[in-house]
């Protein structure tokens, strides 16, 4: 898998469930990618439907494959409930750069689907240092450089000329 930035926009929640009876659902997600974890605002008293709205920001290295979100409702005076969790697999945003906001089911630990959220995703290829050009996969799709050997750019390879460091010239 490819490194690089991912940015999610986790937009909304719907018909999420909760155990609360005598309050409002208030949730917030605690999304997750490689050893990275970030929190999102809590939705306060905005029941099943939450709004978030809210973008993340994650450095992907080599070998993530895929983003998880655990969705919770905060308590006020016992601990926070787990209303489920979501896995989005990333290969898809890996090649494509882009993702549509789509929904994807919140799942309980006993297999029960707990509701959903929305989200897009948004992948930015790291740039490398090499001399190598990659799509947004990670796959060498061109080869090196011909910087220097006539390629008539200017700067320390030489003026378009023969090549090499002109020290001296």
Known sequence: MPSGTLEVLLASGNGLKS????????????LSCGSQSQKSNVA?????SPSWNQRFL??????VEELTLKI??????????ELGCVTVPLETVFQLGK?????????KKNGKNRGEVKLSLT????????????????????????LG???GVQGPYG???GGGWNQGA
């Open 19 to 30: 155990g609360d009876f005598f309050s409002k659902t208030d949730a917030y997600a605690v």
């Open 123 to 146: 992948f930015t290829l790291k740039q490398r240092t090499d001399s190598f050009h990659y799509n947004a996969a990670g796959n060498s799709v061109h080869g090196p450089s011909m």
């Open 58 to 63: 994650f450095s992907v290295e080599e070998g």
């Open 149 to 151: 050997q006539g390629s």
């Open 72 to 81: 919770m409702d905060e308590d006020f005076m016992t601990a926070d409930d």
């Open 44 to 48: 306060r008293n905005q029941g099943s």
């Open 99 to 107: 993702t549509p906001t789509s929904g994807y089911n919140v799942v």
């Open 159 to 161: 003026s378009g000329g």
